[in-house]
């Protein structure tokens, strides 16, 4: 058995556990003025990632019609933000 540090060990045990989702999941909430920016965040109300769609909620209806027109460019900028693919999908409500 090889050694691994503490950081590699937690990454192979989400990556073969169903954590790593939900890891995401709380992660996109927790950071998601940091990925999309002060005024997105501003003006949303919640973030729900399930599986790869991710389903974002405001009331705002000139921001859900910025958002629905931008859908890939915020699929892009949140997979380089994860470095992985996390989102496939955007659904605004």
């Known amino acids: 058995m090889g050694s691994y540090s503490i950081g590699e060990a937690i990454q192979q045990l989400l990556d ?3 954590w790593k989702h939900k890891v995401h999941e709380l992660r996109m909430q927790q950071e998601w003025e940091e990925i999309v920016g002060k005024t997105i965040s501003k003006y ?12 974002i909620y405001t ?14 460019q915020l699929i892009v900028r ?16």
């Open 44 to 55: 949303t109300r919640n973030v729900v990632l399930k599986g790869e769609t991710l389903t």
């Open 59 to 72: 009331d705002v209806a000139a921001l859900k019609q910025e958002l629905y027109f931008g859908k890939q």
């Open 16 to 18: 073969k556990s169903k």
């Open 78 to 93: 949140i997979n380089e933000y994860f470095k992985e693919r996390v989102v496939a999908e955007i659904v605004v409500k």
